[in-house]
């Protein structure tokens, strides 16, 4: 990402990133990815509630006056009959009506991860999902994640790319996981010539007990 930013950066093009999966589970620098804007939600690896998240806005794209398609008065002060003034601020991007609630419920889970460390969490989710790729891969399973920083997104599938077994194995011992289908990562699936993997996402949460556990539970599937 670092790299793009330097890349727009030069030639004057927003950037946008859309943090996800990595807000929460791993330090993210706007600075460093230098970044026009920047999203994340509260419902993943923040564990906050549905529905909330937020908008990273760079001191650049306020200064050259960017704002929504669509302005409230959260945004923006109705100065004359025909005119109005935007607000210095990135406030500029909210809207007036939101759920006060579910954000006070997203302040607490910012709060509780800051009060443990990015650096720190991102440290132990690596410990934890390098554990349960490495166990799944010497048990015969396929593992799915490319890259050089790896997330604690671990995807992957049976030896001939079957699904079911895993997946009941899973529900039965009441193991939260997902299954991501071909029709929702079209042009990546192709590409590994795969129809599905299934997900397992361990956090900050989970110990290293409960990563050999699952790894040994789905291990018993496979024989």
Same mark, same amino acid.
């Not at 290293?208 to 496979?222: D, M």
């Given at each position: 990402?670092?790299?793009?930013?330097?890349?727009? =950066?030069?030639?004057?093009?927003?950037?946008?990133?859309?943090?996800?999966?990595? *807000?929460?589970?791993? *330090?993210?620098?706007?600075?460093?990815?230098?970044?026009?804007?920047?999203?994340? @939600? /509260?419902?993943?690896?923040?564990?906050?509630?549905?529905? #909330? /998240?937020?908008?990273?806005?760079?001191?650049?794209?306020? $200064?050259? +006056?960017?704002?929504?398609?669509?302005?409230?008065?959260?945004?923006?002060?109705?100065?004359?009959?025909?005119?109005?003034?935007?607000?210095?601020?990135?406030?500029?991007? $909210?809207?007036? $009506?939101?759920?006060?609630?579910?954000?006070?419920?997203?302040?607490?889970?910012?709060?509780?991860?800051?009060?443990? /460390?990015?650096?720190?969490?991102?440290? %132990?989710?690596?410990?934890?999902?390098?554990? !349960? =790729?490495?166990? !799944?891969?010497?048990?015969?399973?396929?593992?799915?994640?490319? /890259?050089?920083?790896?997330?604690?997104?671990? @995807?992957?599938?049976?030896?001939?790319?079957? !699904?079911?077994?895993?997946?009941?194995?899973?529900?039965? +011992?009441?193991?939260?996981?997902?299954? @991501? %289908?071909? +029709?929702?990562?079209?042009?990546?699936?192709?590409?590994?010539?795969?129809?599905?993997?299934?997900?397992?996402?361990?956090?900050?949460?989970? #110990?290293?007990?409960?990563? $050999?556990?699952?790894?040994?539970?789905?291990?018993?599937?496979? !024989?």
């Amino acid at each position: 990402m670092e790299g793009v930013g330097k890349i727009c =950066r030069e030639y004057g093009i927003l950037y946008l990133v859309d943090a996800c999966q990595s *807000v929460g589970q791993m *330090v993210v620098d706007v600075e460093k990815i230098n970044c026009d804007f920047l999203t994340a @939600t /509260g419902r993943k690896f923040m564990r906050g509630p549905r529905g #909330t /998240g937020f908008l990273y806005v760079s001191d650049k794209v306020l $200064e050259q +006056n960017y704002a929504p398609l669509l302005l409230d008065m959260r945004g923006a002060k109705w100065s004359e009959f025909d005119d109005y003034e935007l607000f210095d601020s990135a406030k500029r991007f $909210e809207h007036w $009506e939101l759920s006060y609630a579910s954000l006070l419920g997203f302040t607490e889970a910012l709060q509780y991860a800051n009060a443990i /460390g990015l650096d720190a969490i991102e440290k %132990y989710n690596k410990n934890l999902s390098q554990t !349960l =790729r490495n166990n !799944l891969q010497n048990s015969g399973f396929k593992i799915w994640d490319i /890259g050089k920083n790896l997330s604690s997104i671990v @995807t992957f599938s049976g030896p001939k790319g079957d !699904l079911e077994d895993i997946q009941k194995v899973l529900k039965e +011992n009441n193991i939260f996981f997902s299954v @991501t %289908y071909k +029709n929702s990562a079209l042009i990546d699936f192709t590409r590994k010539n795969i129809n599905g993997i299934v997900r397992l996402s361990p956090h900050y949460f989970n #110990t290293r007990a409960e990563i $050999e556990t699952v790894s040994e539970l789905l291990k018993q599937s496979l !024989l």
